[in-house]
């Protein structure tokens, strides 16, 4: 009976421990960026890095008894840093911090191609194939109407025309499609969950990216005409797309092959390998402009289901997995417009809460006609919520191609991502949790941090 109290009394010093070393860190920083503002360069990104490592590693255990998952802390942790909040980490650091964030992202897509594992997915095929169908029409077709809908909300689209409205509105329902593979492998390193609701959501989520690009790309050439009353339907685009997208296979297919000898033959100093690839790599790639996400996921791809080294990748990513979540996440967070936020957030909630609710019925349409099981049809929905990268990475091309509507849609689409980012990383964890598929053992916090002692009664012997 008193064994009880007494770990939640360790557990409470603990957090205690935490709350203090947050904030003797955080106004150690507020003091120096007050005192010295004009510190800048190197050493002060590492130093910024090193914060974003801490704060958002001692946060995300502080919001821990609340059943939120870390990735709600790294965010939290960076937007409460950021050059809009305490202006611990200032807006040019935040830009330097990109390459780490290339970095992080690498890792992400090769953890996760990784993770695919061939006969799950054709297990799992019937599933995929009715989502990805549903979930593709429906979102496209819904959030277009949905777009229509609130268009006297929306400021720059109140006086467009009617043809240029309709192409920026289908541009909206294609960005609605993308879905986040860094916060669903975040949720996953973190609960170490297993079973159907784990397996269909990273494979659909890993997947679909491809079908979203191309989406994408017949969206774009089909609304030029309507929003450039210049320009004309062209297949211009569907050409660099099969460039773009065969020759990151390709790549992807000869990286996983290397990656693979090098586990069997040489094995030694994956780190150095890994930093190498993240950084290097996507220099590469971005110059030859191919996707270095698609050419990652592929190579994780190959060396999972082409040899046996796929646990011998995942074990050394995931020995880096705490510290490239934390710090892409957190800095996430810094990045985060939240001016832009508050003056659009009435529109962006709308959007984002119309888009969650037809995802919801998307799954269950699709999980109805693919006779999935139940766990599936009630929570299938919950991990196709969260949207990142791939979103703010189509809406700087939208930017780029349509100046007039790009740059005021893309304000839009980060307020609207940046309430996906926050609330679907929750609502897969709720979902990880009701389905019984977390695990009981606690994925490892930080190394130089002990997760809080769990109560005795909760421990099996």
């Known amino acids: 009976m008193s064994a009880v109290p007494a770990s939640a009394r360790r557990g409470l010093f603990a957090h205690a421990k935490h709350l203090i070393l947050l904030g003797g860190f955080g106004g150690l920083l507020f003091y120096v960026t007050r005192a010295v503002p004009?510190?800048?360069?190197?050493?002060?990104?590492?130093?910024?890095?090193?914060?974003?490592?801490?704060?958002?590693?001692l946060t995300s255990e502080l919001l821990a008894p609340l059943g939120l998952?870390?990735?709600?802390?790294?965010?939290?942790?960076?937007?409460?840093?950021?050059?809009?909040?305490?202006?611990?980490?200032?807006?040019?650091?935040?830009?330097?911090?990109?390459?780490?964030?290339?970095?992080?992202?690498?890792?992400?897509?090769?953890?996760?191609?990784?993770?695919?594992?061939?006969?799950?997915?054709?297990?799992?095929?019937?599933?995929?194939?009715?989502?990805?169908?549903?979930?593709?029409?429906?979102?496209?077709v819904l959030v277009t109407?949905?777009?229509?809908?609130?268009?006297?909300?929306?400021?720059?689209?109140?006086?467009?025309?009617?043809?240029?409205?309709?192409?920026?509105?289908?541009?909206?329902?294609?960005?609605?499609?993308?879905?986040?593979?860094?916060?669903?492998?975040?949720i996953l390193s973190q609960t170490r969950a297993s079973g159907p609701l784990a397996s269909f959501t990273l494979a659909f989520v890993m997947t679909s990216d491809v079908v979203v690009v191309v989406l994408f790309a017949a969206v774009m050439a089909c609304v030029r005409p309507l929003i450039d009353s210049g320009a004309s339907f062209g297949l211009d685009s569907f050409a660099t797309l099969a460039h773009d997208l065969f020759g990151s296979i390709a790549l992807g297919t000869t990286l996983g092959l290397v990656i693979a000898a090098y586990l069997r033959l040489v094995n030694r100093q994956m780190l150095v390998v890994l930093l190498a690839l993240g950084f290097g790599a996507s220099t590469i790639l971005d110059y030859l402009q191919f996707d270095s996400l698609l050419t990652f996921m592929v190579a994780g791809f190959i060396v999972r289901n082409l040899s046996k080294q796929g646990h011998k990748l995942l074990s050394y990513i995931e020995r880096t997995g705490t510290v490239v979540y934390v710090v892409f996440f957190a800095t996430a967070g810094a990045d985060l417009n939240v001016p832009l936020l508050r003056e659009l957030w009435p529109v962006a909630l709308v959007l984002a809460g119309s888009r969650a609710v037809i995802t919801y019925v998307g799954a269950r349409i699709a999980g109805r006609l693919a006779e999935d099981p139940p766990v599936l049809r009630r929570w299938g929905w919950s991990g196709l919520v969260s949207q990142a990268g791939l979103s703010l990475g189509l809406v700087v091309i939208i930017a780029r191609e349509f100046p007039g509507v790009g740059t005021p849609l893309r304000a839009l689409a980060i307020a609207t991502v940046a309430i996906n980012q926050m609330v679907g990383p929750i609502l897969f964890k709720l979902a990880l949790d009701r389905s019984g598929e977390t695990s009981r053992i606690p994925a490892p916090s930080f190394p130089s941090i002990p997760p809080p002692p769990l109560p005795e009664s909760s421990v099996v012997e």
């Open 145 to 186: 109407a949905a777009f229509f809908a609130v268009r006297p909300l929306i400021p720059f689209a109140r006086n467009l025309p009617i043809g240029p409205f309709l192409g920026v509105a289908l541009l909206w329902g294609a960005l609605a499609v993308t879905r986040s593979p860094s916060a669903t492998l975040g």
């Open 69 to 140: 998952p870390h990735l709600t802390g790294y965010l939290l942790a960076g937007i409460a840093s950021g050059p809009y909040v305490l202006r611990l980490v200032d807006e040019h650091t935040v830009k330097n911090l990109s390459p780490v964030n290339t970095l992080a992202l690498s890792l992400i897509a090769l953890a996760g191609g990784a993770e695919l594992d061939m006969a799950a997915i054709r297990r799992a095929s019937r599933s995929l194939a009715w989502a990805t169908l549903v979930q593709c029409l429906l979102v496209l």
């Open 38 to 57: 004009e510190m800048n360069g190197g050493l002060w990104t590492i130093a910024a890095i090193g914060f974003l490592l801490l704060a958002g590693t």
